[in-house]
Each structure stands twice: as structure tokens, then as C-alpha cells.
């Protein structure tokens, strides 16, 4: 009898076989049953994963130490009730979920189970599973739960490099704020100035060839020194005649694009105000 913990996953896409594959090639778990919407999604995810068993449905499942719950977050806690009803969880049960925006309280039903529940949030995108596998060494993830899942999930997850960052579980919501500013937001912030470029008359591919440095360098400089040294431009100059007139031509042309301007003018004028009262 193998002395590894046994994991099951429900919703097994990207996200899941991606770390199940890490998890089995660890020898770190037992790789038990894949329940995805059919069959046939389940095989496909067995085959990636090189382990495990695609369950026929709910009442296929056997009794693991560990059930992953990685179905899309407006279905985990449903996933979880009908988990709740199949009778295989125990008071020696762990359950958790990897959604960012979710608190493990959404796996209720299994507690009143008995099974300890927990969330863990791998803090990078799973939309290409073979690159993340290869330098999923060193990821930072947002963790939050009961103290005996956590227990049981903690040696899994280092086997494959993670790195933890405990959250408060009523902070979730804004903790996953944070990560849509610095990925999501700012992708349409770039998109902002790519249409700014093009009422300027520049294309895009050109206008991607002109951003990819400054883009690049201002991302570098946040990242190894902060955003207070990090910041250049007309409002950390004081030019302020610059700023009103950059707000007056965009607004002329779009009014939304002008209101956006003048809120992120705003924010900007705050962080060169703590610049100033803090200087390197």
C-alpha cells in the first residue's frame, strides 16, 4: 500500500493538469480519479497527467486523502456539494480549490463533512500548462484554509517549488483585486496607449515596436527598485502645463480616455507626493 497521499480532481482543465502532472512526476501523490464533464475530457486530462482514472460521474469517485476542486470559480461551490453527497469524505479529508477570488469557506459542505478545506492560488496564468511546468519552480501562491489542510497540502506543493504566501481568508477578494491591476488592468492600459498612438496616426505593429522598451524598462524598474523610484514623466517633473494639455487633446478626441487620464493624473499625483516625503 503506497504510503503517498491519494488526490482526486474535479474540473481537471489547464490549471489541474498542471499541477497533478508536477505532483505525480514529484512521486509526491497517489493519482486516483479525474472527474471532468465526460469521459472523454477525463481521459484526455489522464493522458497529460501520465496517472489517475477518468471517473464516470460523482458516484464513481473513491474515497483519497485529497480532492482538488479546479472547475471554474462559479462552479466550485456546487462541485463541492455534490462531492459533500457522495458520502467518500471524512474528518480525515482534505478538500481545496485554486481560485484567487474565492475563500476556501466556498467548500462549506465538505466541512460539514468533516474534511478540513483550504485554497491555494498559484500566482501566475495556466493558459500554456508545458511552460508552466517547466519554471513552475519559485511560484508565489496566496494561501489560505484550515491549519490541518494546509498541513497536508504544504509538503505537496513544496515538492514543486511553491512558495507560500498566507492571506487573510475575508481579504480575498481584494488580495485578487491586486493581481487583476498588475496583469489584467494593465494589459488595457497598454491597449489604451496603443489606441493613443493610433489617433496620433501610428499603427499598431508600430506602436507595439515603439512601447516593447519603454514597456519592458518601467515594468524592470517597479520590479527591482519600486514604484516610487520607478516613476518619470511631466507629474513627477511638476510640468504641469504639459499634464493639462495631454488631458484637454485626448479628452477632445475621446472623453472616456479623458476621464481615464485624469484619474490615473490623480493617482500619479499621490505617488510623487510620497516620493517627495521619501526620498531614495
Known amino acids: 500500500m503506497s504510503a503517498l497521499p491519494s488526490l482526486s480532481i474535479i474540473g481537471c482543465g489547464k490549471l489541474g493538469r498542471s499541477l497533478a502532472r508536477m505532483l505525480v512526476t514529484h512521486d509526491s501523490v497517489l493519482l486516483a480519479d479525474i472527474l471532468n464533464l465526460n469521459v472523454e475530457s477525463g481521459t484526455r486530462a489522464t493522458a497529460f497527467i501520465g496517472a489517475g482514472r477518468a471517473a464516470r460521474g460523482y458516484q464513481d469517485l473513491r474515497p483519497v486523502d485529497i480532492f482538488l476542486i479546479a472547475a471554474p470559480d462559479d462552479q466550485i461551490e456546487a462541485c463541492c456539494a455534490s462531492l459533500a453527497e457522495t458520502g467518500v469524505l471524512s474528518k480525515k479529508s482534505v478538500v481545496f480549490h485554486c481560485s484567487g477570488a474565492l475563500p476556501s469557506s466556498v467548500l462549506a459542505k465538505a466541512q460539514q463533512q468533516g474534511a478540513a478545506v483550504a485554497s491555494i492560488h498559484p500566482i501566475r496564468t495556466f493558459a500554456m500548462p508545458e511552460k508552466v511546468i517547466e519554471d513552475f519552480a519559485g511560484t508565489y501562491c496566496g494561501v489560505e484554509g ?135
Open 146 to 280: 484550515d491549519q490541518r489542510a494546509l498541513d497536508s497540502l504544504t509538503p505537496l506543493f513544496n515538492s514543486i517549488g511553491a512558495r507560500f504566501v498566507p492571506i487573510e481568508r475575508d481579504a480575498k477578494v481584494l488580495y485578487h483585486a491586486a493581481a487583476v491591476f498588475a496583469s489584467n488592468y494593465l494589459v488595457t492600459l497598454l491597449d489604451t496607449a496603443i489606441q493613443t498612438y493610433a489617433k496620433a496616426g501610428i499603427p499598431q505593429d508600430v506602436a507595439l515596436k515603439m512601447m516593447s522598451v519603454l514597456v519592458r524598462e518601467t515594468i524592470n524598474n517597479v520590479l527591482q527598485s519600486g514604484p516610487e523610484a520607478a516613476l518619470t514623466g511631466p507629474i513627477a517633473r511638476g510640468d504641469v502645463d504639459t499634464v493639462f494639455r495631454q488631458y484637454r487633446a485626448i479628452s477632445a478626441v475621446d472623453a472616456s480616455q479623458g476621464r481615464l487620464y485624469k484619474q490615473l493624473g490623480i493617482a500619479t499625483m499621490h505617488l510623487a507626493n510620497r516620493r517627495k516625503a521619501n526620498p531614495q
